[in-house]
């Protein structure tokens, strides 16, 4: 065995993770599941701009290496935390010893662990992945259709480099695009003691998984993030199991760990109706949301200590993207010129995939006969009721009733946004249309001072609407299975007589009425919003 030299290794508390590595599966979880496993594929369909997209993750092993199991992972973190003490931006080829990552990973160097371990990078490095829309290229701000390794190369200690000198050290080439997701900071920050310490891989695979979906929802309405359970087994990966109490024999061990040490507050599960399957809900604990305040550093860091940026969100749209969205929305929804204004303050205010999604529902609602005034209106109703699940404020009106709103209450919205001049194609006339709404706005918040010196303004209103409905949602959460349960079967019985009637007709055909009707859900979430409000003041 070639000697290695003992040097002190510096044992850094936090590493940063690449997040594609984080969010899709590539390891399996158990030596018996590495016998059996050949691949792990998760495919899913995603909503993209104006279209659905088949996206498919596919890690294959190699025919005489095999699939990379629980030490290959091991091996794995070890190279990260190596990766993370680089000068950033990192260069290929990362140095290191055989013996800091025995020593990293916690086992002792012997000739077996050392032949383990090149056996192990040797594995990850014939291991491929076949990406079709799932790695995120954060640099250049696309997902990757392509097949490639983690690793590019290695060349041990004692062998031949390229140009004939025999190399004194380890060498490690990482895939160009790994390497420019680690360098475009596309990484999320991990606790490398407290991920050491977790007893089962399970609970490992969980504290990397759910940090970063955490991250998420941190700045947004939810407090939970929800899996299917047949999902999460092709994420983690877990073989899937038929029935509830051997699936909840595997993972509760884990959830319990991590509720022990706070990473979890609690885990819930509920079954999915009319399937073969279950959900489960996962809320955040105070390790987790530490975390994520530890993870919000500064971006000029010298080192790769940098912090987790996802996908681009919608927020700080350029004149482009906003001509784009007013465009898209006026094919859709087909409405006069004049509507722009009300198009305009959506395109700057509602994420994009928001926005396709909105439009999208208002589709299949025509397409289904149930849109009763015109698509426009129902349109600005569902946008809003999208948003505000999501804690965007839109400054709208449109949700007084939540039973449906008038075609007269978008066109208020819309001239309140200012006269739009007619457009000629260019990105300098959207600028200016755009101006010309924030003009307006000022002028009528100026207006809007009433004689006892009060501001009348919709906004305001919204964001009490908005702020009540978060409370009112934050009670729900709080209540048990069974009472959500009660309260969500009188939110039903208390149907209007259209909706009730859509819900009866989609029962009949086996559909979920929630999942298929965008008028039902609607109206169902308006009645649990006033029963909850009673359920809080019932001196009302």
């Not at 990766?83 to 916690?106: A, D």
Request: glycine content about 6%; proline content about 4%.
């Amino acid at each position: 065995m070639p000697q290695e030299l003992e040097e002190e290794t510096n044992l850094s508390e936090i590493f940063r993770a690449e997040v594609n590595l984080l969010t899709h599966p590539f390891f399996a979880l158990t030596t018996k599941d590495v016998l059996k496993r050949q691949k792990t594929e998760y495919q899913a369909v995603v909503q993209r701009d104006d279209e659905k997209l088949e996206i498919n993750w596919k890690v294959s092993a190699h025919q005489e290496y095999g699939y990379p199991g629980p030490f290959g992972k091991k091996v794995h973190k070890a190279i990260e935390q190596v990766i993370e003490e680089q000068q950033f931006p990192v260069e290929n080829p990362i140095r290191f010893s055989i013996y800091e990552l025995c020593k990293r990973i916690g086992i002792t160097l012997g000739g077996r662990q050392y032949e383990q371990i090149k056996e192990s990078l040797k594995r990850i490095q014939a291991t491929i992945i076949e990406s079709k829309g799932t790695f995120y290229q954060k640099s250049k701000k696309r997902w990757i259709n392509k097949t490639f390794s983690l690793y590019d190369g290695i060349i041990f200690k004692g062998e031949e480099l390229n140009n004939g000198e025999i190399a004194e050290t380890n060498y490690l080439y990482l895939n160009d695009m790994y390497l420019d997701s680690i360098n475009a900071r596309y990484v999320k920050p991990l606790d490398y003691e407290y991920y050491m310490n977790l007893r089962t891989n399970i609970a490992q695979r969980l504290y990397e998984l759910l940090g970063v979906k955490f991250y998420g929802i941190s700045n947004g309405s939810h407090s939970y993030i929800r899996y299917n359970y047949s999902t999460l087994c092709k994420l983690l990966p877990l073989i899937p199991q038929k029935y509830l109490s051997k699936a909840r024999k595997i993972l509760d061990p884990a959830h319990e760990e991590l509720e022990e040490t706070r990473f979890l507050s609690k885990v819930h599960w509920s079954e999915v109706e009319g399937e073969q399957d279950w959900y489960l809900y996962y809320y955040p604990g105070k390790r987790a949301k530490e975390e994520i305040e530890k993870s919000k550093v500064p971006e000029n860091s010298t080192k790769a200590k940098v912090n987790f940026l996802g996908p681009p969100s919608s927020s700080n749209k350029s004149t482009e993207e906003i001509e784009n969205l007013v465009n898209k929305m006026v094919r859709v929804l087909g409405k006069r010129e004049e509507n722009k204004g009300f198009y305009y303050k959506i395109a700057r205010h509602c994420p994009e995939n928001v926005i396709n999604m909105a439009l999208s529902d208002t589709e299949a609602e025509e397409r289904s006969g149930e849109i009763e005034k015109s698509k426009p209106a129902f349109f600005g109703y569902w946008i809003q009721e999208l948003c505000e699940e999501r804690g965007i404020n839109l400054g709208l009106n449109l949700l007084e009733n939540g039973k449906g709103i008038d075609e007269k209450e978008v066109e208020r919205n819309e001239s309140e946004e200012g006269e739009v001049s007619e457009r000629h194609g260019s990105s300098n006339s959207g600028e200016k249309e755009i101006k010309q709404g924030q003009a307006s706005q000022e002028a009528r918040n100026e207006k809007g001072k009433t004689e006892t010196g009060h501001e009348v303004n919709g906004t305001e209103e919204a964001e009490k609407t908005t702020k009540r409905r978060a409370q009112l949602m934050e009670y729900y959460r709080s209540l048990s299975p069974e009472k959500q349960d009660e309260i969500d079967d009188r939110a039903m019985e208390n149907l209007n007589d259209f909706t009730k009637g859509k819900a009866r007709r989609l029962k009949k055909e086996g559909k979920d009425p929630l999942k298929e009707s965008v008028a039902v859900k609607a109206d169902f979430k308006a009645n649990r919003f006033e029963i909850l409000r009673k359920e809080m003041t019932p001196d009302d």
